[in-house]
């Protein structure tokens, strides 16, 4: 079993609709949780980050940890054709060096249709 | 402030070739990381560079190997390409790196498309 599981997509929404990406993770450990955004031929950009169960949001993205189910999500209101992009989601843990690392799920690609 | 600029943007090799990539972070970053990222296993981590010293790395054949510099920048080295490892090479830069504490923000380069042919 991979450490993050992420369903590839694709995923294909109309303008306006509200969008659920989620992942699974395995490695109780992790720290951080993390959703990076990668548009085509471009590097990924961090979209938001949380370390404790529960709900952060920031402007129409909201973003939910659930611990005990090991299971976070990335929902995105009002989605617009400029969302679309391949949305990563990327978890932390400490090494047995004590420094960090990121661990990736593999993306899921959204596309929000005008 | 400029981002992380990677060279070349794309590269063709064959088998058996070594190849070089370069990575310039932002001004003032230290670290430099580098994944690797394929369809079929995603964004993969293969290294982490802090003051001119490997801090962490991934689960990589030793082929795979870099450098840092002491103004940052990064190289990283393939040796005796296999066809395995035409991916994208994308190069990411923080202030301080993975070392704990709160996650220190990780920009993204536009990355190295790299196949072997």
Redesign the interface.
């Known amino acids: 079993q991979k450490e993050v599981e992420?369903d590839p997509g694709p995923l294909s929404v109309p303008e306006g609709a509200i969008v659920s990406l989620n992942c699974t993770y395995s490695n109780s450990a992790f720290q951080?949780f993390?959703w990076y955004r990668q548009y085509s031929?471009?590097?990924?950009?961090?979209l938001m980050?949380t370390?404790s169960s529960g709900n952060k949001e920031d402007g129409r993205f909201t973003a939910q940890v659930d611990k005990s189910s090991k299971y976070i999500s990335l929902f995105i209101r009002d989605s617009q054709p400029s969302d679309s992009a391949t949305y990563?989601c990327?978890m932390?843990v400490?090494?047995q060096?004590?420094?960090?690392?990121?661990?990736?799920?593999?993306?899921t690609k959204l596309t929000v249709n005008p | 402030k400029a981002g992380v600029t990677q060279t070349p943007r794309y590269l063709i090799k064959t088998r058996g070739q070594q190849v070089t990539l370069s990575c310039s972070p932002i001004s003032g970053h230290r670290s430099v990381s580098w994944y690797q990222q394929t369809p079929g296993q995603g964004l993969q981590f293969l290294f982490e560079y802090f003051s001119e010293t490997q801090r962490n790395k991934g689960n990589f054949p030793g082929r795979f190997s870099g450098r840092q510099f002491s103004n940052s920048r990064s190289e990283m080295n393939v040796s005796t390409l296999e066809l395995g490892d035409s991916a994208l090479y994308l190069c990411a830069s923080s202030l301080e790196g993975l070392a704990g504490g709160l996650p220190d923000t990780q920009y993204f380069g536009p990355g190295t498309r790299l196949t072997v042919l």
């Not at chain 1, 031929?41 to 961090?46: F, H, S």
């Not at chain 1, 060096?97 to 993306?107: T, Y």
């Open positions: 992420q951080y993390m031929r471009k590097g990924p950009e961090l980050y370390y990563l990327a932390s400490i090494t060096g004590g420094s960090e690392k990121l661990v990736f799920g593999k993306g």
